[in-house]
């Protein structure tokens, strides 16, 4: 039987008293945790991923996200230890990077986590009473310093880094605001606490050296390098029920509200009473968050305050006051906006503002909508686009829901356009972009990029094909396909407006200086256009009528123009297509009323056939049960063969072990009676060789006696030689002393000489040193005036290139988003693709049954025709049907009863037949698994009986030598050197533990093969159950519609008897109404021909039903052949008789 397997699907909670519990990993998802995960939860597209925590983990304590968001550390305590677990963000899905579990130091928990700038360092800080502060280089596990922060047990709320500096640290707490350094492998305190000491909740860094922290008494202070050097306090006044709730509509909107939980709110949280008669309280400030305008903090119960930094001073002031709204939803409303705000986060563009409640719910704040600069409706009306900085928001007109974000512009937006369809959006900005964005899927499509040019205005053909915008370089641009195709010259202006005709035969271009150009498209390459003086301003505004007879204006100086555009003759303009029609068509309702007969009758038709379908489909399912038992019975008796054969390889193993065992018994002694021997003859050569060393001693010893003789000998020869040297050269000195005094007379005089020659070319050089000196200082000065202007160039070039890369940077992390979306809309685009394949193809086959039903009611409807007039003859064949109906209806009830016997038995088969696969599976697996180990053992058999006849052939060659006893110890220590050695005897220690391994790594491979077929298995059931679901829904259908026919059929049985009854009147009537011109003898020939006609009615009905169930037939056998359609053999269908007697009980 399969494995029953959960996965996570979605998740309502959030766990509030986890330190950090809110982040942003990009622009649209969020991350936070709840129960035992952490999720991944994207705002826009509503869908939820989790990060699952560690296994018999005991609930989570901190959150920690690194700033290049790709790291994510969880404090939690598993079986009453800490653990830090860290986490990839970047891979899919999220996995486990390194766990930090083995520390040398006390810790009970770790209570808050922080990440260096560049990623690498992790801070983290244990609760008290140990309140050590440690520096961790997470990635190696290595703890850099460690620190007590606190010794008097007070709380510890946060620790962060420096986001410039990665050695530098705040610590805040109870009592407590401390910064430190990393130096030499130890945290040093670099600022000393000066005045009381206050509660400090929160801290957030608001640049490199200046730190914002929070107070449990409303107090905010700006720490500059330890230094205090501003100061406020937030006083809350409560306001009145109307305004807050106005207040709080407009400013803030509700992202996750979860329901609150039994557990304890956070430790640090500390409830302020008010006072009866007052409305000030003292709010606590439980977070902070910084952004680059300034920071956020909490201002007390469901208040959020934005402080905003002043240009000319160093000092912040309060900006936008922001509520929690009341819930609808809640029994008490009025607690709704008293949850403390535990946590902030803003989005990576600052678009957006998160924030925690100590309620378990997450509030969305938006922070730039309020300002739109530009709206567009669209050409249906139904949508339109509104321009907030650079950013698009598409809204619906009738509900005012945001529909879709469109971003990718990094300069302000100055126009937008949709096509004529509506399905595409063009828009151009100040960053040189002009995009055509897709909103189905919300992104760009084409895009083009000319930084150097600022776009003012930007319009589409009708065609939607070509693109015109102008901008600053005065020039007229035609895009197509992310590309310039040409430019116009504006002619020394600058075009600030453009408009196109919905005929596409002219265009409107609105300049600086307030006139308007009207041009003919295609546009011209000289200067041909009409130049209209109308504005004293710039044109911001340019629109045509749909019937593209006026044309509206609107500039700078706050005129709207009108005016009326004319032909060359003075003709209002003509649109080459008209308004079209609506494809609505209004019919009756008894059109509608027919229609819906035809298609009852129609159904209990299909469903008939289906009834006829099912039945061969189950006929089918039996044969194929027995083929089924047929091959289980030989596969049964393959396998005991099979086993019988794998106990005569094992018995047969089991005698080759055994034989082995003896050889290498008997090999063994041998070797070692002859490594004795060989010992004995050693040992005898050792003495020999030691009476030859010490005669040679002695011969050593006289020939260093004879040696010595020689040399005093030498050296008195050596003496004599040279004292008879020292007289010959001291002769010879005495002749080279009167040369050298000769020498150097001649040398003193050349030196005379020297000095005048130098004193010359002295002044001479002078001059012309003066000379060269005031050229190169010329040189130098020139030289020295392009240094400083090209370090100046460099300096630009620097921030230039430094701007350069922090773009290319984000361009590249946009990309990687970006093709990640890709790939998964690609995903899902191909599944939508398939889906949309299945419904065409039904679609089909349901158009050609609607055709085929058309048929036949159009048939049907001649027959109603004729049988109208054989009235008579339907009496007799209903009286015949009847007598036909009931044993038919008896055999229903015994072919019902058969068919509910076949498929319990066809349920026992199933399961029969599952449990017989698997065991077969697992039986050869195991098989396998043994044929491999006889095959590993008979390659090691082969192995030793290959080294045992090498040993064999050296011994026998070191028998050779059994005379030499040098030589034959030689020879076997090589042996010994060969075939004994320590890694033989390594590995043979080791190759049980070896096999032990490779045993248990090929059973989990086999286990996890036999669970990925089980899987495989629970798939393939669950397919078949949908199918079979499917089918046996049609045939519900189908046999409704025969119920209803047959009601139909007995109330036409009733409309005849009452006809019957009138023609009986009629009958009696109709023999005074004949005339007397009309003989006795014609009245009886009118019922023949009747007769006649009805019996080639009937022939006729039977034959169009036989071809009809030929038809059925072939269409069953089709559906048969079709690979992966299976019968329906599980569910149970209603039975016909109980909708007969309902039927019946409804008509009485």
Not at 684 to 692: A, D, I, P, S
Not at 829 to 858: N, P
Not at 912 to 939: C, F, G, S, Y
Request: proline share 3%; aromatic share 8%; with cysteine.
């Amino acid at each position: 039987m399969s494995t029953v397997v959960a996965q996570s699907l979605h998740v309502f909670g959030l766990r509030s008293h986890v330190a950090n519990n809110i982040f942003f990993f990009d622009e649209q998802i969020i991350i936070f945790p709840s129960g035992n995960h952490c999720v991944k939860y994207n705002v826009d597209q509503k869908w939820q991923k989790f990060i699952p925590g560690s296994d018999k983990s005991q609930g989570m304590l901190a959150l920690s996200i690194s700033p290049n968001r790709r790291y994510l550390a969880i404090s939690e305590i598993v079986q009453e230890k800490p653990v830090i677990t860290i986490y990839e963000l970047s891979s899919i899905p999220c996995r486990k990077r390194k766990i930090l579990n083995n520390f040398d130091f006390p810790v009970q928990r770790f209570i808050s986590m922080a990440f260096s700038p560049d990623s690498k360092y992790l801070l983290t800080q244990t609760s008290p009473p140990e309140s050590n502060l440690v520096y961790w280089l997470w990635e190696k596990q290595k703890v850099m310093a460690i620190i007590r922060t606190d010794s008097q047990n007070n709380a510890v709320y946060q620790v962060s880094f420096n986001p410039q500096d990665n050695t530098q640290v705040c610590v805040t707490g109870n009592g407590m605001f401390k910064l430190l350094r990393f130096a030499e492998g130890t945290l040093k305190q670099t600022n000393f606490q000066r005045g009381e000491p206050q509660n400090y909740l929160a801290h957030t860094w608001v640049s490199e050296d200046k730190i914002i922290v929070g107070t449990d008494t409303g107090r905010l202070f700006l720490f500059e390098s330890g230094d205090q050097r501003w100061e406020t306090s937030i006083m809350v006044k409560e306001p009145t029920s109307e305004t807050r709730n106005l207040e709080v509509i407009r400013e803030s909107e509700s992202l996750i509200e979860f329901p609150t939980i039994s557990s304890p709110v956070p430790s640090y949280e500390q409830v302020m009473m008010a006072s009866n008669n007052s409305q000030l309280a003292m709010p606590q400030v439980f977070a902070i968050a910084a952004y680059s305008k300034g920071f956020a903090c909490a201002a007390g119960p469901g208040r959020v305050l934005l402080f905003e930094k002043m240009e000319e001073k160093d000092i912040y002031r309060e900006s936008r006051e922001i509520r929690i709204p009341t819930d609808p939803q809640s029994n008490e409303r009025s607690q709704s906006d008293k949850q403390d705000i535990l946590c902030m986060c803003f989005s990576p563009s600052e678009e957006t503002l998160v924030v925690s409640t100590s309620k378990n719910q997450l509030y969305s704040i938006t922070m730039s909508l309020t300002e739109i600069s530009k709206c567009s409706f669209s050409n249906g009306g139904h949508l339109f686009a509104a321009v907030s900085g650079n950013v698009i928001h598409i809204f619906a007109t009738t509900s005012l829901e945001n529909i879709s974000n469109l971003k990718g512009h990094t300069g302000k937006v100055r126009s937008v356009v949709w096509n004529a369809d509506d399905s595409k959006l063009i828009s151009c900005g100040t960053d040189g972009a002009v995009y055509e964005w897709n909103l189905s899927s919300g992104k760009r499509e084409t895009e083009c990029v000319l930084k150097s040019c600022s776009y003012n205005c930007v319009t589409v053909s009708p065609d939607a094909k070509i693109i015109f915008a102008v901008g600053s370089d005065q020039t007229l641009k035609e895009i197509a396909d992310s590309s310039i195709l040409r430019e116009i010259s504006a002619f020394d202006v600058v075009y600030t407006a453009i408009v196109i005709s919905h005929s596409g035969r002219m265009m409107f271009v609105g300049t600086s200086v307030g006139t308007i150009r009207a041009m003919k498209y295609p546009l011209p390459l000289q200067k041909e256009f009409n130049e209209y003086q109308a504005h004293a301003g710039p044109i911001t505004k340019m629109l045509l009528t749909f019937d593209d007879q006026f044309l509206l204006t609107v500039a700078e100086d706050g005129c709207l123009f009108t005016w009326k555009v004319f032909d060359k003759d003075g003709r209002g303009i003509k649109r080459e297509r008209e308004v079209g029609f609506a494809e609505e068509v209004l019919i009756t309702k008894t059109d509608m009323e027919e229609k819906a007969q035809i298609m009852l009758e129609l159904k209990t038709r299909v469903e008939e056939l289906k009834m006829e379908n099912e039945y061969q489909l189950r006929l089918k399912d039996m044969n194929y049960s027995e083929k089924i038992k047929e091959l289980t019975d030989k596969f049964l008796q393959e396998m005991e063969s099979l086993k019988t054969k794998n106990q005569v390889l094992k018995t047969e193993k089991e005698k080759q072990d055994v034989f082995h065992r003896e050889r290498i018994d008997d090999l063994l002694d041998k070797q070692s009676q002859e490594l004795q021997d060989l010992e004995c003859c050693n040992n005898q050569k050792l003495l020999l060789e030691y009476e030859k060393y010490q005669e040679l001693q002695l011969k050593s010893q006289r020939m260093q006696e004879e040696y010595e003789k020689q040399l005093r000998d030498n050296d008195e020869t050596k003496s004599q030689a040279l004292e008879e040297l020292t007289e010959f050269y001291e002769a010879k000195l005495q002749e080279k002393t009167t040369l050298l005094e000769e020498a150097q007379e001649d040398v003193r005089q050349q030196l005379r000489e020297f000095e005048e020659t130098k004193k010359q070319i002295e002044e001479d050089e002078d001059r012309e040193i003066q000379d060269i000196k005031t050229k190169y200082e010329k040189k130098l000065r020139d030289e020295k005036e392009s240094n400083l202007r090209l370090k100046g160039e460099t300096g630009i070039m620097r921030k230039k290139f430094s701007s350069l890369q922090k773009e290319v940077e984000e361009r590249t992390n946009d990309i990687e988003s970006l093709k990640r979306e890709q790939v998964k809309l690609q995903g899902v685009i191909q599944s939508l693709e398939k889906d949309i394949l299945g419904l065409k193809r039904e679609i089909q086959e349901r158009d050609e049954t609607i055709q085929d039903k058309e048929k036949r009611i159009y048939d049907l409807k001649k027959k109603n025709q004729e049988l109208e007039k054989f009235k008579f003859v339907l009496d007799y064949k209903i009286k015949e049907l009847k007598k036909q109906i009931e044993p038919r209806e008896d055999e229903i009830k015994v072919m019902k009863e058969q068919i509910q016997e076949m498929e319990a038995e066809l349920e026992r088969f199933h399961k029969q037949n599952t449990q017989l696969e698997l065991n077969i599976t697992e039986l050869w697996q195991k098989l396998r698994a043994t044929d491999q180990e006889m095959r590993r053992e008979r390659q090691k058999e082969r192995d030793l009986e290959a080294l045992v006849r090498r040993f064999k052939t050296d011994l026998h060659n070191c028998v050779a030598y059994i005379q030499e006893p040098r030589l034959l110890k030689e020879k076997v220590r090589a042996l010994f050197e060969k075939y004994v050695q320590r890694a033989d005897m390594v590995e043979i220690a080791g190759l049980n533990t070896d096999l032990q391994q490779e045993y248990a790594r090929q059973r989990e491979h086999l286990e996890r093969n036999l669970a990925t077929l089980r899987k495989k298995v629970v798939k393939e059931s669950e397919l078949r159950r949908t199918d079979y679901v499917r089918i046996m829904q049609e045939n519900v259908s189908l046999i409704k519609e025969i119920n209803e026919l047959r009601r139909e059929l007995k109330f036409t049985r009733s409309q005849v008897y009452d006809l019957e009854a009138a023609l009986k009147l009629t009958k009696k009537i109709r023999p005074q109404d004949v005339p007397e011109t009309v003989p006795s003898e014609a009245m009886p020939s009118i019922a023949p021909t009747m007769r006649l006609n009805e019996q080639e009615e009937t022939g006729r009905i039977i034959e169009m039903q036989r071809l009809e169930i030929q038809r059925l037939r072939e269409q069953i056998q089709e559906q048969e052949q079709i690979p992966g359609f299976h019968p329906l053999s599980v569910v149970r269908l209603p039975s016909l008789l109980e909708s007969e007697v309902d039927f019946e009980v409804q008509t009485k």
